[in-house]
């Protein structure tokens, strides 16, 4: 027992603790201290364990996991992970584990599920879970109304404030130091604090006080500004209503900052064409198809490029330096480009972009591109003039540095800019268009001027 | 006034509405426009506003910002766009903006200021904000000590309940539904819910009463560890200690976003060597010396690449069909190479990733590299040999392909396992070295087996 977590260990060490011991551990002794560790940690934690497990244990492990607990370590865990155990129980365990699901962790859980399976478990709700559950349904992957919780204090709109308090008082939800006003239609009629009611009179109407100063959200608004909503609100949760008024649940800072984090993995996995779902462990074959794709674009702009440089089979002939240093333009350009391009996609996630000053940053950015165009070609240039012994070579890989840098700059603006009005991810396919132009541009241009001035 | 952003309207739409109107208005308009705006809209958006505007009228508007918000909105931009309006303000401008400033502000605008400035600052604080300051100055970037937030109500540990409450429903400061219990010499004894404290009977002593349920956080702990500690709490806040146990503030969930924002935003930027606090519209030169040591070190591992090429010209001038074949070799390496870096910096930073499964990581990573070259070399290899007409050409091209994806799954384990344990950040500089070797082993592969197969 002393080498397991105490409760003071973070959960990321406690994870990457457990993996260790878990993986070096012999076979019964896995057993024991699986079992010893999924009594001391939260099941948030045992769904990063699981995951982090090649899929043969993780199946294994999975098994141990108290029956009380399977449902929300499913539920914590990353789509494609899970799927790995959905796909292996059979229809009744899977009933049986539903057996009291909430609307929010069915709606988790139920792309992963058969059909039949969920509807199943949708009649076995409540009445008031199933009424969440198919609000919920109706929005999509992005809208906030998909994801809010519904643990929250509602009080009728006509409720003294005596009786409000002894409501909120007795409730065990996290973060319920606000009740929400509701009419017999369930329309959303107004929050009320925890300590404005304590200092209210026992028989005060609710209805006429003043209460707390907030918009709710609508269901539709974007998780992405949903979150910021929250985030500046001053308030540890904000009401969602649909667009009659009603009140479909809530956003608190504790979901925001849930939502905030998956929003952020999915664009860093967004970079190399990976969702966020994607699975450390997935089987080899699921993860090849995945991966493919990408690797499929990326073999277009590749040939793309080839063939520019097929263009010039004679020139390279004559003059095999420019094989030997074509790379360099077009990296060189890649890179300037990039960088802009990360910029740009992150002035657009805020806002901070908008047709009026498209304008001044193009011209700064160009400015930066010819300006370090200037100074890497006058070293690049060098270093190619003395390597081959030849002046010319070195003005023409300058010159090629200089374009090729400026270009990118150019494209890092324009690339991501045209894609976001069309409606297109920057953040997705940004770089791979801005690599088809650097590399197209930055072969053309070095090869081109080479065939123009070196070729004897 | 009715084109002006309305309540409902989020922070990013406000933001980009204003960018728009302000960058097309004519001079005189803007004026008014301006002004209306920030009136309406919050400091955080102010700040958006400025950081999105170029220098020169980033100075102009900054100017209309009134005095009492300035501090606030200097205090919620970038670190480098801030910096180019901290930098024009005289000392004495100086000195009167920061005339009643706490702690953290302090804290967030040290680094951008004059010393003379900060240290006068700090002799004009209360006794309890320059204390404050001073203890969070001890802890480093990464620390959560060093952003802590100082608005908590604390209570004597010897109080009694009807106090504590007293104390609690007088206070406006946000997410104050908790109290901490400090004794007379600041060490923290506790911490109680405002719902405990109104259940309980006035006169109760609370050392008598069951505290929360919570293990405050020590000062120096990571800030990624923190933010989700106070996620998984189930509370709005975390009291923070120092190793003596002495209160020293506390982490909401609304500080934990903003925190975790700027991670995720660092490590975006990262990947092209640009950091979280880089201004959309720094000056030209100080923006081109940010990025060239990117493209310096970028082109210290092209110029290895081009050297590799060097080794195999008299190859080139025979078989030239090589030299327009081979940046497809490096490219699929590269891009293949990037998912599996990608999905293992995330397990990294996860704590997902352990020596103990490691191996079994190495073996489904490969296998997918293997898989994914195998199917891909068929298609290119088919396609070179096409294209130069030469069976012979197309299985030189497939075997560097299956190798250098092969090659490129087992660099995209092993290169930011290895840059973790030396303490490097895999996020930062995992891409650089993962692509020297995709590019190196793709050219030296495929032009080595060309050099042996090809040449007549």
Redesign the interface.
């Known amino acids: 027992m002393a080498d397991l977590p105490n ?2 260990d ?8 457990l ?6 551990a012999k076979e019964e002794q896995q057993e024991s201290l699986f079992e010893q560790a999924i009594e001391q940690v ?1 099941p ?1 934690e045992i769904a ?1 364990l699981l ?4 899929i043969g244990d993780r199946l294994e492990r999975w098994q141990q996991v108290a029956q009380d607990e399977q449902l929300d370590v499913l539920v914590a865990m990353r789509a494609e992970a899970r799927g790995a155990i959905l796909r292996t129980l059979p229809e009744p365990t899977l009933a049986a584990l539903l057996d009291r699901v909430d609307a929010e962790s069915l709606i988790e859980l139920a792309d992963d599920l058969p059909v039949a399976i969920v509807d199943d478990a949708v009649t076995r709700m409540t009445a008031r879970q199933r009424n969440w559950f198919e609000q919920a349904s109706q929005y999509g992957d992005d809208e906030v109304g998909r994801y809010l919780n519904h643990e929250m204090v509602l009080v009728p709109a006509n409720a003294r404030a005596g009786d409000a ?1 002894r409501v ?2 007795r409730s065990h939800y ?4 606000q009740a929400y006003l509701v009419d017999a239609l369930g329309l959303y009629r107004g929050a009320i604090s ?2 404005q009611l ?2 209210l009179p026992d028989t005060q109407r609710l209805k006429e006080v003043p209460l707390l100063d907030l ?1 709710p959200l ?1 269901a539709t ?2 998780v ?6 929250v ?2 609100s ?3 949760a904000l009401p969602v209503v649909d667009t009659e008024g009603r009140l479909q649940g809530r956003i ?3 979901l ?3 939502l ?2 998956e929003e ?2 999915s ?3 967004a ?4 969702d966020e779902e ?1 699975d ?2 997935s089987p ?2 699921q ?2 198809k995945r ?2 794709l ?3 674009i ?2 277009l ?3 793309l ?2 063939w520019v ?2 263009r010039f ?1 004679a020139t ?2 004559q003059v ?2 420019l ?3 074509m ?2 333009v ?3 350009g890649g ?2 480009g ?2 802009t ?3 740009v996609v ?2 657009l996630a ?8 498209l304008r ?2 193009l011209s ?1 950015e160009i ?2 591109g010819v ?2 165009g200037i ?2 070609s006058v ?2 240039g060098a ?1 190619a003039g003395l ?1 081959f012994g030849d002046l010319a070579t070195g003005l023409v890989m300058a010159a090629a540095i200089i374009i090729n840098i400026t270009v990118a700059a150019l494209a890092g603006v324009l690339v991501p800019v045209v894609l976001d009005r069309r409606g297109i991810d920057p953040a997705l396919s940004g770089s791979v268009v801005l690599t088809t132009v650097t ?1 197209v541009v930055g072969f053309l241009t070095f090869l081109g001027l080479g065939s123009l001035v070196l070729v004897p």
Chains 1, 2 share one sequence.
């Open positions: 409760e003071l973070t959960s990321r060490e406690e994870v990457s603790h993996v260790e011991r878990l993986s070096l939260e948030g990063l995951e982090s497990l090649p308090l909120l008082l996290p973060f319920s130091d925890l300590k304590a200092s918009v609508q608004t974007s992405v500004d949903a979150t910021e909503a985030e500046h001053g308030l540890a608190s800072l504790q925001a900052l849930e905030t984090r952020y993995e664009r860093l996995m970079t190399v064409g990976l994607t450390l462990f080899v074959l993860s090849s991966r493919a990408w690797l499929g990326n073999l702009t590749a040939l490029a080839s440089i097929g089979e390279l002939v095999v330096s094989a030997v240093l790379p360099i077009a990296s060189m890179i300037a990039s960088q391009l990360t910029l992150r002035g805020m806002g901070q972009l908008a047709q009026g000053n001044a940053l700064k400015g930066v300006l370090n100074a890497w070293i690049i270093v390597w590399d």
